[in-house]
């Protein structure tokens, strides 16, 4: 089952994705590796989770490894919570 | 399609930035991640825009916004329901940088940085609040040229660039400060960045 901050996530990925079809977008898909998501796309990421899940994100925990996938977004999310 | 522009809220921090960047790299010639990390500002309030038309924002940042006198309410708007903020900051790149300019005289902001100034390269009409100009028609001297500003206006730039032509002019100006690099090039912050001064540029923080 997916969890709320999963969908959460999900659902912000493909606001933020334009020209991307929902089927493209799962928990474990590549984002930033793959090239999917931008620099500016990343940020506004950042945003997202700050403000959604009240966590405070350091900028030494924005780096690739972080923000991979939904599955790595959902887990920095748990650890900063 | 919706507005390009990213806010990201620090309570505790009594200062904003807001970015007026420019192209595909957004001017930085970095990520802007690597900037907030060099540049050492990313505890700070920061609003980052992009203009995707490369217009100078005359056409706003894309969705409701899509003009520069919707962009300046939008700013207003935005610090009414932010009582926190109380100093205001606006940097500009390349051609980003004749946004920061006109947006820090609309708002009093207390400083604009300006890096790379490239006065208008672009030919065609736009809105400027109600009037149809082009950016070619923006003259800093001429809006810079009044005792009644209070903002202050760095313009920081590779003394080996075209960038340099445009801002000699400026020199005297009433509240404007050049700071000139002695390096080749239209990449004044890659210029920074690599004499590590990025993190000397901003104000220190300040708390609410």
């Known amino acids: 089952m997916t969890s709320t901050i999963k969908k959460q996530l999900i659902d912000q990925v493909k606001s933020v994705l334009e020209n991307t079809s929902e089927s493209e977008v799962k928990s474990h898909t ?39 996938s939904i599955d790595a977004m959902e887990n920095l999310i748990q650890r900063l919570k | 399609m919706k507005e390009d522009i990213i806010h990201l809220i620090r309570k505790d921090c009594s200062q904003l930035f807001i970015f007026f960047t420019a192209g595909k790299r957004f001017g930085l010639h970095l990520s802007p991640i690597d900037f907030f990390k060099e540049s050492g500002i990313f505890n700070r309030n920061i609003m980052f825009l992009r203009d995707r038309e490369r ?127 002695w390096a080749y090039g239209h990449n004044t912050l890659l210029t920074l960045n690599h004499r590590k001064r990025l993190n000397t540029i901003f104000p220190k923080f300040i708390g609410v």
């Open chain 1, 30 to 68: 590549t984002l930033v590796t793959s090239g999917l998501i931008d620099s500016f796309a990343m940020l506004e990421l950042v945003a997202f989770m700050e403000s959604e899940f009240l966590v405070k994100i350091e900028v030494e925990d924005i780096e690739a490894k972080n923000f991979d």
């Open chain 2, 55 to 181: 217009m100078h924002f005359m056409n706003g940042i894309g969705g409701n916004i899509d003009n520069f006198k919707k962009l300046i309410i939008h700013f207003k708007e935005f610090l009414a329901a932010s009582p926190w903020i109380k100093h205001v900051y606006c940097a500009g790149f390349s051609n980003g940088s004749l946004g920061s300019v006109l947006a820090g005289l609309h708002l009093n902001a207390e400083r604009v940085y300006s890096f790379a100034h490239r006065p208008g390269t672009y030919k065609g009409p736009c809105k400027y609040l109600d009037e149809q100009v082009s950016p070619r028609s923006f003259d800093l001297v001429e809006i810079l040229n009044q005792q009644k500003i209070n903002t202050v206006f760095e313009f920081h730039f590779n003394v080996f660039s075209k960038d340099m032509l445009g801002c000699v002019k400026l020199r005297g100006l009433p509240n404007v400060k050049l700071k000139p690099y």
